[in-house]
C-alpha cells in the first residue's frame, strides 16, 4: 500500500512540473488553473500523510510556507562580476576596437572574425542557481559580487525556475545565472491592492501614493528578503535565465550554452540575438529602444557579449568585469516639474548638499519629490531659481 502512495505522488509531481514548464516557460497551458490546483490539492494532502516522502524540490515547495530568520551568506563558486556601461555609440565603436587590436582580428564590416550575442538588461536582481544531480541545491544573491545571500527558499516559489531537471543532457553539476524581476502586470496589481487597502484604512489619495511600491525593481528586490515564502509565493516573481557556468562543460559558445539551457527546461529569452557585425547590435539596440515601454518587463539597456568561449579567455577580465562583455544603457527617462524651495542636507562627513525641492512627478516608477544639486557651484551654473521649471532624470535610473 506504502509503495502504490509513493508511485502517486510520484506521478503527481512529474504532471505538475510539466505543466508549470508548458504555463510558465513555454506560455503554452494544456489543463485549466482548476485542474492543476486539484492536482496540487491532492499531493499537498498526500504528502502530509506520508511525511517518509518528502522531497524538498516537490511543486507543493512553490507555495511558500518557510520562514528564514537571518540569510545565510555564502561564497560564489564563481565571482558574480559588474559589467562595464556604456551611454552611446560612440563608446560601443571604441569598444570594439579594443576586441579587435586584443584579439588581433585583421576584419570587414562584414566579417570582423567574431560575433556578439545581443540580450536585453533586464531591471532585475542577479542570482546564481547551483544544480547537482538535477536537482536545485542552492540560489544566491549576487550580494558584493564575491559573497551573496541563500535565498533558496524564496526562489523555489517562482515558478518559471525549475526545482528538478528531467533531460538527458543536463550536467552532473553546474551553476546557472539570471535576472529575478516583477512583471509590470503584477506590479500594478500589488499597487491596486495596496491602494484599496489605504483607503478602507482611512488614507487620503496623497497618502496613499507615499506608500505605493515604487518601481518594479526595488520591489522584486525587496521580496526576496522576505523572511516569509508564503508572501514572496504571493507576488508572482519572474526569471530569466542568461549565463551557465561549470566544469567542462560541452561548449564553444555562449550561444550554444543558452540553446542548451532552453532545452533543459530553463526560462530564456526569445529576444537573445547573434550579430556578426556592430550594425546588426545598432539595429538590436534600436529596435528595443522603441519596443521597450510596450515590453512585459523593464529593460535598462542590452548587454553585448563575445559569442566564442575561447576568444572570452583570450580577452580576459579586469579587476572588477570582463573585457569581452559591455552594457550599453538608454537613456534615462526624464520629466519636467517646477522647482518649490532648495534645502540642505548635511552628510556622515559634515558635507553639505544642496537639495531641489519639486513639484512631485513620476519618474521611471518612482514618484520624485526631492532632487541632488550636488553643490553651490552647480546651482550658480545652472541659475536655478525658485519657481524654474526644471528637467528631472535618474541617474543610471536610480538617483533623481
Known amino acids: 500500500m506504502s509503495e502504490n502512495y509513493k508511485l502517486r505522488i510520484e506521478k503527481l509531481r512529474k504532471e505538475l512540473n510539466d505543466h508549470n514548464y508548458k504555463y510558465y516557460v513555454l506560455s503554452a497551458p494544456e489543463i485549466s488553473d482548476f ?13 502530509k500523510q506520508h511525511p517518509e516522502f518528502f522531497d524538498s524540490n516537490s511543486p507543493t515547495q512553490r507555495v511558500g510556507g518557510m520562514v528564514t530568520k537571518e540569510f545565510e551568506t555564502v561564497k560564489h563558486r564563481y565571482p558574480m562580476m559588474s559589467l562595464g556601461n556604456t551611454y552611446s555609440q560612440e563608446e560601443l565603436l571604441d569598444f570594439d576596437e579594443r576586441i579587435k587590436k586584443t584579439l588581433g ?20 536582481v542577479a542570482i546564481g542557481l547551483w544544480y547537482e544531480n538535477k536537482k536545485l541545491v542552492r540560489a544566491v544573491t549576487r550580494g558584493d559580487g564575491v559573497q551573496g545571500d541563500d535565498v533558496t527558499n524564496n526562489i523555489k516559489t517562482i515558478k518559471s525556475i525549475p526545482l528538478t531537471l528531467t533531460d538527458s543532457d543536463v550536467p552532473d553539476s553546474f551553476e546557472i545565472r ?7 502586470k503584477e506590479f500594478d496589481r500589488m499597487n491596486a491592492e495596496l491602494a484599496t487597502e489605504l483607503a478602507d484604512e482611512g488614507y487620503n489619495d496623497e497618502e496613499i501614493n507615499e506608500r505605493l511600491y515604487r518601481n518594479p525593481r526595488n520591489t522584486a528586490s525587496g521580496t526576496l528578503k522576505q523572511q516569509d515564502s508564503t508572501i514572496v509565493a504571493t507576488r508572482k516573481l519572474d526569471c530569466f535565465l542568461y549565463a551557465v557556468y561549470g566544469l567542462k562543460l560541452p561548449f564553444k559558445t555562449h550561444a550554444e550554452s543558452l540553446a542548451a539551457a532552453k532545452k533543459w527546461g530553463f526560462k530564456v529569452s526569445n529576444d537573445t540575438r547573434v550579430a ?5 547590435v545598432f539595429d538590436y539596440i534600436n529596435t528595443f529602444e522603441q519596443k521597450r515601454e510596450t515590453l512585459p518587463y523593464d529593460i535598462d539597456g542590452i548587454v553585448l557579449k563575445i559569442n566564442s568561449y575561447r576568444q572570452q579567455e583570450e580577452l580576459g ?43 512631485p512627478v513620476m519618474l521611471a516608477g518612482t514618484l520624485v ?6 553643490n553651490a557651484d552647480i546651482i550658480t551654473k545652472l541659475g536655478v531659481r525658485i519657481g524654474d521649471y526644471v528637467s528631472v532624470e535618474k541617474g543610471g535610473e536610480i538617483i533623481p
Open 178 to 184: 539570471g535576472e529575478i524581476f516583477l512583471p509590470r
Open 105 to 124: 582580428t585583421i576584419s570587414d564590416l562584414f566579417n570582423p572574425g567574431y560575433e556578439y550575442v545581443c540580450e536585453l538588461k533586464f531591471d532585475g
Open 35 to 47: 485542474e492543476f490546483d486539484k492536482k496540487l490539492e491532492e499531493l499537498i494532502a498526500l504528502e
Open 317 to 359: 577580465y579586469t579587476a572588477k568585469s570582463p573585457r569581452w562583455a559591455i552594457s550599453y544603457k538608454y537613456k534615462a527617462e526624464a520629466a519636467v516639474t517646477v522647482l518649490k524651495e532648495i534645502s540642505y542636507q548635511v552628510g556622515r562627513t559634515g558635507a553639505i548638499t544642496p537639495v531641489a525641492n519639486l513639484e
Open 369 to 374: 519629490k526631492r532632487a541632488s544639486l550636488h
Open 276 to 280: 556578426k557585425s556592430l550594425d546588426e
